[in-house]
């Protein structure tokens, strides 16, 4: 059973920094396409990053040079690190899985099989 717990959240001022994990377990395939998705207060959910299965990486536009996504393989941790937040980066993140490549699809939430509980980050101005 593949169980994904993030870490990590919390409240910081606007223009901090943040750095979210997500532990995975019971992955049984060889490769997955892993992500991280957010919804804010009275939003959609929303991708905000993603690596594939092939090591591509994605970012949503709202995100591209302030937040960068890693993963590391021996610990089967995947990282966000958010930094220069904004007050519109408040919601409940959630790390997602899925086996195999998603390419185009990567920060599509429907294209995912497995995930976490979601933690809440919340930046104040």
């Known amino acids: 059973q593949v169980q994904l717990v993030e870490s990590g959240g919390g409240s910081v001022q606007a223009g901090g920094s943040l750095r979210l994990s997500c532990a995975a377990s019971?992955?049984?395939?060889?490769?997955?396409?892993m992500g991280w998705f957010r919804r804010a207060p009275g939003k959609a959910l929303e991708g905000v990053a993603a690596?594939?299965?092939?090591?591509?990486?994605s970012y949503a536009d709202s995100v591209k040079g302030r937040f960068t996504i890693s993963k590391d393989n021996a610990k089967n941790v995947l990282y966000l690190q958010m930094k220069s937040l904004k007050p519109e980066d408040t919601g409940m993140y959630y790390c997602?899985?899925?086996?195999?490549?998603?390419?185009?699809?990567?920060?599509?939430?429907?294209?995912?099989?497995?995930w976490g509980q979601g933690i809440l980050v919340t930046v104040s101005s």
């Open positions: 997602a899985s899925v086996r195999g490549w998603r390419g185009l699809g990567a920060l599509l939430d429907s294209e995912y099989e497995y």
């Open positions: 019971g992955h049984t395939y060889r490769s997955y396409c």
């Open positions: 690596i594939d299965d092939d090591g591509s990486i």
